[in-house]
């Protein structure tokens, strides 16, 4: 038996979150101590694998709660549908990025980016150990977005 906190810890999850599967009827904790603290047994932490697992998957919680209720066969065609969903989402990606790779190409914009300026400016970035946010506006200062940008407006 797990008190709250326990599996919370355990999952690397916080006490909210159990909070909250409970308060939408995901996962309830099997019983309560005298003191009214949540216990939860192995097959509630089967459960909470099972949903960490979907969760992974990138699928809402909603649709977890459908799935949990549910046979093996549904949820595998639930599965199923959400691989077809991924599927669309990485050629849509892979269709940007060549998109970008083209205009990239056509501007020449990877050799003015690599040009012998910005790698020192690069490597001063890197190696100054200034906060990640000074970084990262350090390193948007002379990305190839911002240096078409200035471009196109020289």
């Not at 998957?57 to 649709?63: A, E, K, R, T, V």
């Not at 190696?127 to 407006?153: A, C, M, R, T, Y």
């Amino acid at each position: 038996m797990y008190l709250i906190r326990q599996l919370a810890s355990k999952y690397k999850l916080t006490r909210t979150a159990l909070l909250h599967y409970d308060s939408i009827g995901l996962l309830s904790a099997s019983s309560r101590t005298k003191a009214g603290y949540r216990l939860y047994t192995e097959e509630d932490e089967e459960k909470l694998q099972t949903i960490l697992l979907f969760r992974s998957m990138g699928i809402s919680l909603d649709m977890i709660k459908l799935l949990i209720n549910n046979n093996e066969s549904k949820i595998a065609n639930s599965l199923l549908i959400r691989l077809g969903e991924l599927n669309q989402e990485i050629e849509k990606l892979q269709t940007q990025q060549k998109n970008i790779i083209n205009l990239l190409k056509d501007i020449n914009i990877v050799e003015q980016f690599l040009d012998k300026d910005s790698s020192n400016k690069i490597s001063t970035i890197l190696l100054e150990g200034i906060s990640p946010l000074d970084w990262h506006e350090q390193f948007e200062k002379i990305s190839p977005i911002n240096v078409l940008v200035s471009g196109l407006h020289s």
